[in-house]
T-cell receptor, first 115, second 115 residues
Framework: AQKITQTQPGMFVQEKEAVTLDCTYD???????LFWYKQPSSGEMIFLIY??????QNATEGRYSLNFQKARKSANLVISASQLGDSAMYFC????????????FGTGTRLTIIP | DADVTQTPRNRITKTGKRIMLECSQT?????MYWYRQDPGLGLQLIYY???????NKGEISDGYSVSRQAQAKFSLSLESAIPNQTALYFC??????????????FGPGTRLTVL
């Protein structure tokens, strides 16, 4: 069974600062995928970034980067230069076989950007 | 037009009623999923389907059933709705042959209230 843990229920960050959202995971699968999704107040789920378990380099996508530490089983999301529009719920998720199968989600972190 | 659509977007019903939530996709993906999100929590998998003839239970399938009418359509039914099934329901699709980041593509969600 796979498990995702997000220990920060809420965070407040000043606009233009960088923010790190924590995610730890547990799985016995040797091959897995890690994902971050954003859910604004409007409710839709927006894909942000993906990391495969055998990827040597940390994934990056614009202002988003995934700090993947396999030995520690952590997959933290880093948002650089935060913007007011980044205020949302953020979910870490994982899937076996590098992804593309059923996702297991964490409970999320509510990020609020302060102007 | 959206690639993954869900109908209805909002529904209020009474305990004991049968409800069907529908999902359609134009992405041509074989894999489809139904998730449920309770307030303040992450998403939990209800059912998933890897093709028209393949239906699988997820973590919380009790009280739900599904039908995969075609590659593009995946319906979720609540045979006899109860108040603790009040939640936000998401349909998602994925394609293991797509390459890229293996992400799941989510519909806009259906907000269901059972009185």
């Amino acid at each position: 069974a796979q498990k995702i843990t997000q220990t920060q229920p809420g965070m407040f960050v000043q606009e233009k600062e960088a923010v790190t959202l924590d995610c730890t995971y547990d799985t016995s699968d040797p091959s897995y995928g890690l994902f971050w999704y954003k859910q604004p107040s409007s409710g839709e789920m927006i894909f942000l970034i993906y990391q495969g378990s055998y990827d040597q380099q940390n994934a990056t996508e614009g202002r988003y980067s995934l700090n993947f530490q396999k030995a520690r089983k952590s997959a933290n999301l880093v948002i650089s230069a935060s913007q007011l529009g980044d205020s949302a719920m953020y979910f870490c998720a994982m899937s076996p076989n590098f992804g593309n199968e059923k996702l297991t989600f964490g409970t999320g972190t509510r990020l609020t950007i302060i102007p | 037009d959206a690639d993954v659509t869900q109908t209805p977007r909002n529904r209020i019903t009474k305990t004991g009623k049968r409800i069907m939530l529908e999902c359609s996709q134009t992405k041509g993906h074989d894999r489809m999923y139904w998730y449920r999100q309770d307030p303040g929590l992450g998403l939990q998998l209800i059912y998933y389907s890897f093709d028209v003839k393949d239906i699988n239970k997820g973590e919380i399938s009790d009280g739900y059933s599904v039908s995969r009418q075609a590659q593009a359509k995946f319906s979720l039914s609540l045979e006899s709705a109860i108040p603790n099934q009040t939640a936000l329901y998401f349909c998602a699709t994925s394609d293991p042959q797509a390459g890229g980041d293996n992400e799941q593509f989510f519909g806009p969600g259906t907000r269901l209230t059972v009185l």
